[in-house]
Every structure is written in C-alpha cells, then in structure tokens.
C-alpha cells in the first residue's frame, strides 16, 4: 500500500506567485482532508472532502486558498497569489467514512512550503 | 465548537522514568486518536479509543479514555530515547480535532 503520497515534497516560491500542492489519497479511502501546520498555530484543518465534494472549508484562511477534488484519486491544495505568512508544512491525509463520526486518518509525508 | 488542551505542552524526561500526557476536551465524544509525530516527518497513528473506560497499550505506551470527564491520557513506562516526539491527540465530533501537541524529549 502506497499510503497518501502528496507533492511536491518541499517547494520555495516568491510572493505573489501561485502554488499548488498535490494529494492522492490512499485508494478505497473516500474522505480527504488538507491541514497546515506551523509552530504558531499548531495543526489546523483547512478543508475536507467526502466522496469528492467538500463538506467543511471553515479552516480556510481567505479567500487566496482554495481546493478541489475532480476525483476520487487526486485533489489540489492552490494559493493564489501566495504570502510569506503561507510558509508552513500542508499536510493532505485520507481516511474511510463509514457514515460513524472521527474515523482514523493516514497523513501523507507533507509539503513544505516557503514563500519568500 | 470543540477544543482540546494538552498539557504539558514540553515534558523533557529521564530514560527510565514514568510520566503521562493528559488531554481534555470540551464537548462531548466518543471516540479519541493519539497520533505521534517525529521531527520533520507526518503524523502516524498510535491508539484509537472508542468508549468510556477503554484502555490500550502498546509497548511502553498507555492510552485511556473517560469520556464523563472528558480526559483521556497517555502513561508512559520506562521512557526510552525512542520516544522522543510530538504527541498528538484527537477528539472527534464530526471531524478530528487535533491538540496543541505534547513535545516529549527523553535523554539519558
């Protein structure tokens, strides 16, 4: 099992330019969640997904992020344009909804994001 | 809307010595993770606890959950260097709410 592969793995951008993270969840999951991390803020959730429509984007900062899921393998994370206070580790985890509240997720390895 | 305290939030301990990370939360659920993170790597996770009074353990590691009074912690046996990390828990309403992170360091 590939488990959640995200990418890129680490990415250096300047201000202002935009930027897209990348997430394939593990297969059979049907639940898709973005969070950020930073020292600051801790992990927060930005946005989830379940059976590829998004159920819950309060965590999403402004209206500079946004986030699909075309399908049931892939989903994008982009900001646009992008601010040094973006820099932080997005992580993109999946998990099986069974219909019952919380169920396990598996994180993928991160993004590291610097925006100079 | 549901929040989560963990404390302490740095614990630097002994090898050897016993120590546990208390976690509480404000609403109610009924089902809690703890997941461990180590030093620039993702989060993975270590216990599930799914009603009031359920205890696991793994290795030097022991989840429980009170969910009357919202606690849950984590005992740790023995501490070894190994365990050195981020430990994370997370209630769940409707989605997994994580906490502030308790940064464990073990030295010798």
């Known amino acids: 099992d590939a488990g959640v592969i995200q990418s890129p793995r680490h990415e250096v951008t300047e201000m202002g330019q935009e930027v897209t993270l990348r997430c394939k969840p593990i297969?059979?999951?049907?639940?898709l969640f973005w969070y950020r991390q930073t020292m600051m803020r801790g992990l927060e959730l930005l946005i989830y997904?379940?059976?590829?429509?998004?159920?819950?984007d309060s965590g999403m900062p402004e209206d500079r992020f946004s986030a699909k899921m075309p399908n049931a393998s892939f989903s994008t994370l982009k900001i646009q344009p992008s601010e040094p206070r973006d820099s932080a580790v997005y992580f993109c985890?999946?998990?099986?909804?069974?219909?019952?509240?919380?169920?396990?997720?598996?994180f993928g390895p991160g993004t590291r994001l610097t925006v100079l | 809307e549901l929040k989560v305290e963990q404390n302490p939030l740095f614990l630097s301990m002994q090898e050897g010595k016993n120590y546990t990370i208390y976690c509480n939360y404000s609403?109610?659920?009924?089902?809690l993770y703890w997941y461990r993170q180590d030093p620039g790597k993702s989060l993975e996770s270590l216990f599930v606890?799914?009603?009031?009074?359920a205890v696991k353990q793994e290795g030097r590691l022991m989840a429980s959950l009170d969910t009357k009074a919202r606690l849950s912690t984590l005992h740790i046996t023995a501490a070894v260097h190994d365990l050195s990390a981020t430990y994370f828990c997370?209630?769940?309403?409707?989605?997994?709410?994580f906490g502030t992170g308790t940064r464990l360091q073990v030295f010798p």
């Open positions: 297969s059979g999951h049907n639940s």
């Open positions: 997370a209630p769940n309403t409707d989605k997994l709410i």
């Open positions: 606890l799914l009603s009031n009074g």
């Open positions: 997904f379940n059976n590829n429509v998004p159920i819950d």
């Open positions: 609403t109610t659920s009924d089902r």
């Open positions: 985890a999946s998990s099986w909804h069974s219909g019952g509240p919380g169920d396990e997720q598996f």
